[in-house]
């Protein structure tokens, strides 16, 4: 499949390197497709790995990951083009923070979330909240912490749900959908708590699993 990414921080590039290990093209979309941090991903990514500006990398992919920084991601989308997108399965992996003195926190929530105004600047494309609640090492590698955590996702669109489900157990993950983007609303505290317990720890070695009955 071709994968295009949104974004050129660890997040996106190490998305872009699990992809591109499992067979996907990727390509990564930045404001500067050509610097040197861009140059060496390419060169770690490998052959099925390209790079260009946003609106490329949108209309490369038949799925797009948006990876950017929340203050960053609606100008990213504005520049990447919702005509590009129009119909596409679009991974929102953000988490809305905004950092103060006593560290981050969520900038919205309660009656919005990042996934519900990524749907809204695209309302085109088939939205899926994913990724967003475990660090981007763990994201192509579930079983990193030696047991398989679960992945809470959410979205409007069934099938787009499904394509992210497929992708997610490539990478190992078990995954829980809560239903439609406004669950959002849920995950992205998830996601904020597993922030919170890393700034209290310094350790990133954590993650969430829903346990059941046996």
Do not use: Y
């Not at 919005?112 to 990724?131: H, I, M, T, Y």
């Not at 079983?143 to 996702?153: A, C, R, S």
């Amino acid at each position: 499949m071709n994968i295009g990414i949104i974004g050129t921080g660890v997040v996106g590039q190490t998305l872009g390197v699990g992809l591109t290990g499992l067979g996907h093209q990727v390509m990564l979309g930045s404001r500067e497709p050509h610097s040197q941090k861009i140059q060496e991903w390419l060169g770690q990514a490998g052959s099925q790995a390209r790079a260009g500006e946003f609106s490329e990398a949108a209309s490369f992919g038949e799925l797009v990951i948006v990876a950017t920084l929340w203050d960053g991601t609606e100008n990213a989308l504005k520049l990447a083009g919702a005509e590009n997108l129009a119909g596409k399965v679009v991974i929102d992996t953000t988490n809305p923070l905004k950092f103060g003195e006593n560290g981050p926190d969520l900038t919205i929530g309660f009656t919005d979330s990042a996934g519900e105004s990524v749907q809204r600047w695209l309302p085109q494309a088939r939205v899926v909240k994913a990724f967003n609640i475990v660090p981007a090492a763990m994201m192509i590698k579930a079983d990193l912490l030696g047991e398989t955590p679960d992945m809470f996702i959410c979205g409007n669109d069934a099938e787009a749900k499904q394509t992210v489900t497929s992708l997610l157990k490539d990478f190992g993950w078990p995954t829980i959908d809560m239903g439609n983007i406004e669950e959002a609303r849920l995950i992205e505290p998830l996601g904020m708590l597993w922030i919170k317990h890393f700034f209290r720890t310094k350790n990133g070695q954590h993650a969430f699993k829903l346990v059941r009955p046996a």
